[in-house]
């Protein structure tokens, strides 16, 4: 059975600073989505990823095969990146998600 | 095209009704997914579909719930004789599956959800 483990599962901090999500996978897993989910519900594919690192605006997620684990990282935080920010492992069985992480950016 | 279009958004039902959710997807996506959520916790695998084949279904779904796509295109989620313990956020994803990527390695495009309330 795939797992996939995420942390922190809370984090506050303040605008402007440098944000780490953290997520580890069992074997199994071939693909990494980052997802974000909003409080009223709505998901949104961040990236997909299997190798290497992906960036996008400042958001950039990170993957290390050997290791199961993958990083989510946001730059200048904003407090607009407030959401859950979840980690899904993509395997030969569909996605099994994360717990989620819940961000909250203070102005 | 939209995106993903999930109906009703909300549904309120007393407990022993039954209850279906439509699920709209990107029109060139062959494979569709639904996932339930419970608050406070990531989604949970349902079933997926490629085209109109239901190609797994999760533990997780006993045999109140069925789950259609007749023509390959829009989905049903029908839950039968509902309990309170089924009222969470239903979502749908969709995504067109290429070549020879596992059904995990395919950019998702997630609906806005349908929350079940049962009471």
């Known amino acids: 059975k795939n797992e996939v483990e995420q942390s922190p599962q809370n984090l506050t901090a303040q605008e402007g600073e440098f944000i780490t999500i953290n997520c580890s996978y069992s074997?199994?897993?071939?693909?990494l989505h980052w997802l974000q989910q909003h409080p009223g519900g709505g998901i949104v594919s961040l990236f997909m990823l299997s190798s290497g690192k992906k960036k996008h605006g400042r958001l950039i997620a990170t993957i290390n095969i050997q290791e199961k684990h993958s990083s989510l990282h946001i730059t200048a935080s904003h407090p607009r990146d407030s959401a859950v920010y979840i980690c899904?492992?993509?395997?030969?069985?569909?996605?099994?998600f994360g717990k989620g992480t819940h961000l909250i950016i203070q102005p | 095209d939209t995106g993903v279009s999930q109906n009703p958004r909300h549904k309120i039902t007393k407990r022993g009704q039954n209850v279906t959710f439509r699920c709209d997807p990107i029109s060139e996506h062959n494979r569709l997914y639904w996932y339930r959520q419970t608050l406070g916790q990531g989604p949970e695998f349902l079933t997926y579909f490629q085209n109109e084949a239901q190609l797994e279904k999760s533990r997780l779904l006993s045999d109140r719930f069925s789950a259609e796509r007749p023509k390959g295109s829009f989905s049903t989620l029908e839950i039968q004789r509902t309990e309170q313990g089924d009222s969470a956020m239903y979502l749908c994803?969709?995504?067109?599956?290429?070549?020879?990527?596992?059904?995990?390695?395919?950019?998702?495009?997630f609906g806005a959800g349908s929350r079940l309330t049962v009471l």
């Open positions: 899904a492992g993509g395997g030969a069985d569909g996605l099994t």
């Open positions: 994803a969709s995504s067109k599956a290429t070549g020879t990527l596992t059904s995990g390695a395919n950019v998702l495009t």
């Open positions: 074997v199994g897993i071939s693909a």
